[in-house]
Protein backbone atom coordinates (compact mmCIF):
# COMPACT_ATOMS: atom_id res chain seq x y z
CA UNK A 1 0.00 0.00 0.00
CA UNK A 2 1.12 3.20 -0.69
CA UNK A 3 0.22 6.29 1.12
CA UNK A 4 -0.85 9.65 -0.47
CA UNK A 5 -0.91 13.66 0.67
CA UNK A 6 -1.47 16.27 -1.67
CA UNK A 7 -1.07 19.51 -1.35
CA UNK A 8 -0.07 23.28 -3.36
CA UNK A 9 -3.96 23.48 -3.27
CA UNK A 10 -5.61 27.12 -2.71
CA UNK A 11 -7.15 30.26 -4.62
CA UNK A 12 -5.88 32.04 -7.93
CA UNK A 13 -7.84 34.43 -10.12
CA UNK A 14 -8.37 33.29 -13.38
CA UNK A 15 -5.15 33.06 -15.64
CA UNK A 16 -3.31 32.29 -12.79
CA UNK A 17 -0.88 29.17 -11.93
CA UNK A 18 -0.42 26.64 -9.05
CA UNK A 19 1.59 23.58 -8.99
CA UNK A 20 0.35 20.83 -6.96
CA UNK A 21 2.21 18.15 -5.19
CA UNK A 22 1.50 14.75 -4.33
CA UNK A 23 3.92 12.68 -1.83
CA UNK A 24 3.94 9.17 -1.37
CA UNK A 25 5.07 7.09 1.51
CA UNK A 26 4.83 3.65 2.19
CA UNK A 27 5.56 1.74 -0.99
CA UNK A 28 7.83 1.49 -3.23
CA UNK A 29 6.78 4.74 -5.72
CA UNK A 30 8.60 4.22 -8.81
CA UNK A 31 6.69 1.34 -9.20
CA UNK A 32 3.06 3.15 -10.14
CA UNK A 33 1.62 5.14 -12.13
CA UNK A 34 0.12 8.29 -11.08
CA UNK A 35 -3.24 10.10 -11.97
CA UNK A 36 -4.99 12.89 -11.22
CA UNK A 37 -8.40 13.73 -10.85
CA UNK A 38 -11.39 16.38 -9.50
CA UNK A 39 -14.22 16.43 -8.08
CA UNK A 40 -16.90 18.70 -8.07
CA UNK A 41 -20.22 18.74 -5.17
CA UNK A 42 -22.59 16.53 -7.15
CA UNK A 43 -20.50 15.15 -9.96
CA UNK A 44 -18.70 12.33 -10.43
CA UNK A 45 -14.85 12.18 -9.86
CA UNK A 46 -13.09 13.16 -13.54
CA UNK A 47 -9.82 12.31 -14.88
CA UNK A 48 -7.19 15.14 -15.28
CA UNK A 49 -3.78 13.83 -16.53
CA UNK A 50 -1.84 10.27 -15.52
CA UNK A 51 1.58 9.53 -15.77
CA UNK A 52 3.49 5.37 -16.12
CA UNK A 53 5.68 4.48 -13.64
CA UNK A 54 8.86 5.69 -15.82
CA UNK A 55 7.32 8.98 -16.94
CA UNK A 56 7.76 8.51 -20.44
CA UNK A 57 4.21 8.28 -20.91
CA UNK A 58 1.78 11.07 -19.82
CA UNK A 59 -2.35 11.72 -20.45
CA UNK A 60 -4.83 14.99 -19.89
CA UNK A 61 -8.07 15.39 -20.75
CA UNK A 62 -9.07 17.15 -22.98
CA UNK A 63 -10.25 19.85 -20.80
CA UNK A 64 -6.23 20.77 -19.44
CA UNK A 65 -4.77 19.35 -22.41
CA UNK A 66 -2.22 22.54 -23.22
CA UNK A 67 -2.95 24.28 -19.59
CA UNK A 68 -1.78 21.25 -17.46
CA UNK A 69 1.43 19.40 -17.05
CA UNK A 70 2.27 16.06 -14.84
CA UNK A 71 5.34 14.96 -14.19
CA UNK A 72 7.26 12.85 -11.40
CA UNK A 73 10.42 12.67 -9.47
CA UNK A 74 10.51 8.97 -8.20
CA UNK A 75 13.73 10.53 -6.42
CA UNK A 76 11.66 12.43 -4.32
CA UNK A 77 8.89 10.15 -4.25
CA UNK A 78 6.68 12.47 -5.64
CA UNK A 79 4.02 13.60 -8.67
CA UNK A 80 3.32 16.95 -10.08
CA UNK A 81 0.59 18.73 -11.64
CA UNK A 82 1.38 22.06 -12.81
CA UNK A 83 -1.63 24.24 -13.98
CA UNK A 84 -1.11 27.23 -16.05
CA UNK A 85 -3.85 29.66 -17.75
CA UNK A 86 -6.23 28.31 -14.75
CA UNK A 87 -9.95 28.70 -15.43
CA UNK A 88 -13.19 29.20 -12.86
CA UNK A 89 -14.24 25.78 -14.42
CA UNK A 90 -11.12 24.39 -13.02
CA UNK A 91 -12.45 24.66 -9.50
CA UNK A 92 -12.60 21.46 -7.61
CA UNK A 93 -10.94 19.08 -5.14
CA UNK A 94 -7.89 18.00 -6.68
CA UNK A 95 -7.25 13.85 -5.78
CA UNK A 96 -3.73 12.21 -6.47
CA UNK A 97 -4.33 8.67 -7.07
CA UNK A 98 -1.44 5.50 -7.43
CA UNK A 99 -2.35 2.66 -9.62
CA UNK A 100 -0.23 -0.32 -11.58
CA UNK A 101 -1.54 1.24 -15.23
CA UNK A 102 -1.52 5.03 -16.46
CA UNK A 103 -5.64 5.10 -16.88
CA UNK A 104 -8.21 7.20 -17.44
CA UNK A 105 -10.82 5.88 -15.53
CA UNK A 106 -10.78 5.94 -11.42
CA UNK A 107 -11.34 2.30 -11.16
CA UNK A 108 -8.01 1.49 -12.07
CA UNK A 109 -6.32 3.05 -8.94
CA UNK A 110 -6.38 1.64 -5.55
CA UNK A 111 -4.58 4.41 -3.74
CA UNK A 112 -6.25 7.77 -2.89
CA UNK A 113 -5.24 10.91 -1.17
CA UNK A 114 -7.12 12.85 0.90
CA UNK A 115 -7.58 16.07 -1.99
CA UNK A 116 -6.63 19.78 -2.00
CA UNK A 117 -9.01 22.31 -3.11
CA UNK A 118 -8.28 24.75 -5.79
CA UNK A 119 -10.80 27.90 -6.38
CA UNK A 120 -10.36 30.02 -9.38
CA UNK A 121 -11.97 33.01 -9.23
CA UNK A 122 -13.00 34.74 -12.23
Known amino acids: QVQLVESGGGWVQAGGSLRLSCAAS????????MGWFRQTPGKEREFVAA????????YYSDSVKGRFTISRDNAKNTVYLQMNSLKPEDTAVYYC???????????????WGQGTQVTVSS
Open 97 to 111: AAGQVAATTSTWYKN
Open 26 to 33: GSTFSYYA
Open 51 to 58: ISWTGGRT
